[in-house]
């Protein structure tokens, strides 16, 4: 577990302070005696008598539900213009999105990179040598050759 720097207690003395309180013990005492504010004792007192020792330990504060989460047609119109090779900022200018919504969504279907657009399929020569080609577009671009003299 990783406590952060502005905790004011650890789940075990959290615990501690529900235990007291449904002892019996004032609130503002066991409040004070721990450096917290009453109504935050309370807090962890009522989630104690709830959910037991659970409810006192440090959880995530990352949202559990999405209130509006991308549509799927809209999801289907970034892949669709990524497939395209276009960059995500342009598909984000194209859409109306915010380029973060379409990094993420790109993320999420491994897209995000230029590399996952080259479907490359594993072949073998005369020699049984195993070498890449792609089979989804054509060659990325190389350096420029010099002309033979």
Not at 3 to 21: D, G, M, Q
Not at 83 to 102: C, Q
Request: hydrophobic share 40%; glycine share 4%.
């Amino acid at each position: 577990m990783n406590i952060h720097k502005n905790a004011a207690l650890t789940p075990k003395s959290r615990a501690e302070v529900a235990r007291r309180i449904a002892e019996g013990q004032p609130r503002a005492i066991v409040a004070k005696a721990f450096g917290i504010c009453v109504k935050t004792a309370v807090k962890w007192f009522g989630s104690f008598q709830s959910d037991g020792e659970a409810a006192v330990m440090d959880r995530s504060s990352r949202p559990r539900k999405l209130y509006r989460p991308t549509p799927q047609t809209v999801i289907e119109q970034v892949i669709e213009l990524r497939n395209t090779r276009i960059p995500g900022k342009e598909v984000a200018r194209r859409l109306g999105l915010s380029a973060a919504t379409v990094s993420r969504i790109l993320r999420s279907v491994k897209l995000s990179r230029i590399r996952a657009l080259w479907r490359k399929e594993a072949l073998f020569n005369e020699r049984g040598y195993q070498f890449m080609m792609s089979l989804s577009s054509p060659s990325p671009p190389s350096a420029p050759s010099r002309p033979r003299e």
